[in-house]
């Protein structure tokens, strides 16, 4: 106890010093950190996740403005409204006994410069600016020089032209500001043009700085207080605008902590107590592409297409809002357990995914989908044992259902190979445990085994200010030597209060059995149970800063060991 209070005292100051700082640097730099303006909602009613549409590079702040308007003056007369109409008849809200209705059949039936919304209305009772009125007068200035050019003046009368005069004089502050702001609009779009980075191509990014320790008698003594570090740089490209391409480059040097019994032995305690910014590390900063995905709609299914990196959680509706953070990410829980069902850590590598919706739904059912992906982890390797189907692998089938708008269900089955060469069952297909005791993964026996898991996760979110989820999964393990057969359970069950003290925060509670066998090994038959608190803070649009802590019992379903308490404080920047 007494080095736990001493250790708590070392890092207090630390701790309390960088949130104060970044917090303030964050704040001075009005620039750079824009408070939320709206909340951030996560949907819980989940059907399978979509990547993202690209088009073009992220710009700056600046730029996007521009953009922005280059986008509403591209799309006028365009896809936000109908082709240009030839009688007033079309419109669907205009009638005879109105009062602008002359007025109208003369614009559009002598001039053509009227046209209207995309389903079919003119909606002559909104309000319109100066700058919008101008914008149809240049319009119908357009159409009469046309007239007049095409020898077809005789449509003009003199009435016409000297009304046109008239209004052009009145506004000829705002149709020369109109006519301004298109030139520097089309300038500067041009400029972007030639000088972005790509057309089809936009970088994102996540750099997580944590300081991180572990506590508890002999445990506490074997370890010490580390700052670490991960960072991700995506390249996500879209080709038609609906599809994306993934290349992700990954660096780190975050390792997980060792955890002792009473009589200060090593225990190997698997993936217990192992956080989602310590996955993917390199050890030493060392660049990696993590992650090389394709994703695209054919026909009513979505295609997911791995080549390397690929994750069940990448395609599967994983239905545990705020808690998990596109597989592993730095917004999300702090420990792999709390971030997802450790049934979707079955197996990773590279394969091939769809979800295909199905059903109409009805006034309380929502339409489903089913979702299958096949993942093998060397699928490079042409040697024995190895290749895409003759190694290890595991397929998944997920049916996924919402009820109304707040609750979302999937039942999961993965069917997985795992070699004799140690490899783990919930290892995302690298080597090492992500999740769960050594003993739920049994990665030091020798003998390949095969393993049936069978899943439910739900989400529900009684309000806007709330989201409950949680899951079970159940593994039966058959190895191929002798006594070697084991069963994995795990459980979880989480609670999130969104925009807790400000929009944007995040409070969360998650509480449940990290994956473990019982009957493996004598001595070590308890449950190692996981209760994690911790409280995202949103310093701005780009950065959070998240205080947790993590408290394990039985690390390695050991009786022998004291409990552990890991406590994290950790920086998320986002780009």
């Not at 709206?38 to 819980?44: D, I, L, N, Q, S």
């Not at 109304?404 to 290892?427: C, E, K, M, P």
Request: proline share 3%; with cysteine; charged share 15%.
């Amino acid at each position: 106890m007494s080095n736990l209070l001493w250790k708590s005292l070392v890092v207090s100051p630390a701790v309390l010093g960088a949130t104060l700082l970044v917090s303030s640097a964050a704040i001075a730099a009005t620039n750079a950190t824009t408070e939320l303006s709206v909340t951030e909602t996560v949907v819980p009613t989940e059907l399978a996740q979509q990547p993202e549409i690209v088009a073009q590079a992220a710009p700056t702040t600046e730029d996007t403005k521009v953009i922005d308007q280059v986008n509403r003056y591209s799309s006028e007369g365009k896809g936000n409204a109908q082709s240009q109409v030839t009688s007033v008849s079309q419109f669907s809200d205009v009638q005879p006994t109105d009062w602008a209705f002359q007025a109208l059949q003369s614009l559009v039936e002598r001039y053509g410069c009227i046209a209207g919304y995309p389903n079919g209305t003119y909606r002559g009772n909104r309000a319109l600016t100066r700058y919008e009125f101008a914008a149809g007068l240049n319009a119908c200035l357009d159409r009469v020089n046309e007239l007049i050019a095409t020898a077809t003046a005789d449509l003009v009368t003199k009435q016409d032209l000297a009304t046109l005069q008239r209004l052009q004089e009145e506004f000829s502050a705002e149709l020369a500001t109109l006519r301004g702001r298109v030139d520097a609009l089309e300038a500067r779009t041009a400029e972007l043009e030639a000088n972005q980075f790509s057309t089809t191509t936009k970088l994102v990014g996540e750099a997580i700085f944590a300081v991180t320790d572990a506590f508890g008698e002999n445990t506490g003594d074997a370890n010490n207080t580390v700052f670490q570090n991960r960072v991700r740089l995506g390249l996500q490209t879209s080709f038609t605008g609906r599809d994306v391409l993934t290349t992700r480059l990954a660096a780190g040097n975050a390792t997980g902590f060792d955890f002792r019994d009473n009589n200060n032995n090593f225990i190997d305690a698997g993936g217990q107590g192992l956080q989602t910014f310590q996955v993917g590390s390199t050890g030493n900063n060392s660049v990696e592409i993590d992650r090389l995905t394709y994703e695209a709609p054919v026909g009513p299914a979505q295609v997911y297409l791995a080549a390397s990196g690929g994750r069940h959680s990448h395609y599967a509706a994983v239905n545990n809002p705020y808690f998990f953070d596109k597989t592993d990410g730095g917004n999300g829980a702090l420990s792999t357990f709390s971030s997802e069902n450790p049934i979707y850590r079955i197996g990773g590598g590279a394969g091939i995914a769809f979800n295909v919706p199905f059903g109409q739904g009805g006034s309380i059912l929502r339409p489903s989908s089913f979702t299958v992906g096949y993942l093998a982890s060397d699928a490079n390797n042409p040697g024995p044992n190895t290749g895409l189907f003759n190694g290890d692998y595991a397929a998944l089938g997920q049916l996924n259902f919402s009820v109304g708008d707040r609750l979302a269900l999937a039942a999961t089955y993965v069917h997985g190979y795992h070699g004799a060469s140690g490899s783990a069952l919930f290892d995302s297909g690298d080597t090492g445990a992500i999740v769960g005791t050594s003993l739920a993964n049994n990665n030091s026996f020798l003998n390949a085994s095969s393993s049936n898991s069978y899943g439910l996760s739900a989400a529900f979110r009684p309000s806007d200010k709330l989201s409950v989820s949680g899951f079970v999964s159940y593994s039966d393990v058959t190895g191929f030597g002798a006594n070697d057969d084991r069963e994995v359970w795990s459980y979880g069950i989480g609670v999130a209060l969104p925009d807790f003290g400000k929009r944007g925060n995040v409070l969360g509670i998650f509480a449940g059995a990290q994956p473990y066998a019982r009957g493996v090994q004598a001595g070590a038959n308890e449950v190692p149970y996981q209760v994690e608190g911790f409280y995202k803070y949103r310093v701005s649009d780009n950065i959070s800063i998240t205080p947790g802590v993590i408290w394990l019992t039985n690390p390695g379903q050991n009786s022998n060991a004291d409990d552990a308490i890991i406590g994290t404080l950790r920086t998320t920047f986002t780009f």
